[in-house]
């Protein structure tokens, strides 16, 4: 049952992602606002969507991730490079903004950032790609 209601989850969360993130608009010029859930599935939590794509220009007005976490336990949510550690209490939500400093800092040569759960090594975590 409650693989059930997980699989329903993420098929609702793709379906919303998949519509309301890419409008003609946002396509344009690349999203810079992006939502992010935890979730859990037999004591492994994971963050949906894995994966976030910033367009190089999109970079100028900064990155606003807004994290909540729909499990029973106190989950993190960690970007090493770009120096995020944030703990996020059961059905909080919290933003993050990576500001045109922040994500000028990173230089060139890397383009890709992994985020993850600081408090739990069973977590799946996710990248954040800086499209060149």
Do not use: C
């Not at 693989?3 to 969360?13: P, T």
């Not at 600081?118 to 954040?128: E, S, V």
Request: hydrophobic share 40%; charged share 20%.
């Amino acid at each position: 049952m409650k693989s059930h209601v997980i699989a329903a989850l993420f098929g609702a969360v793709s379906l919303w992602l998949g519509t309301g993130t890419f409008s003609q608009a946002q396509e344009a010029k690349s999203p810079t606002q992006f939502t992010l859930g935890i979730l859990a599935e037999n004591h492994v939590s994971f963050v949906l969507p894995s994966a976030l794509i910033v367009d190089e220009r999109g970079r100028a007005s900064g990155v606003t991730l807004t994290v909540t976490n729909h499990t029973k336990k106190e989950q993190g949510f960690a970007i090493d490079k770009l120096h995020v550690k944030e703990v996020v209490k059961p059905g909080e939500t919290k933003t993050v903004k990576l500001t045109v400093t922040d994500l000028d800092g990173i230089g060139t040569d890397q383009s890709v950032f992994p985020y993850y759960n600081q408090l739990d090594k069973a977590h799946i975590g996710g990248l954040l790609y800086i499209k060149r």
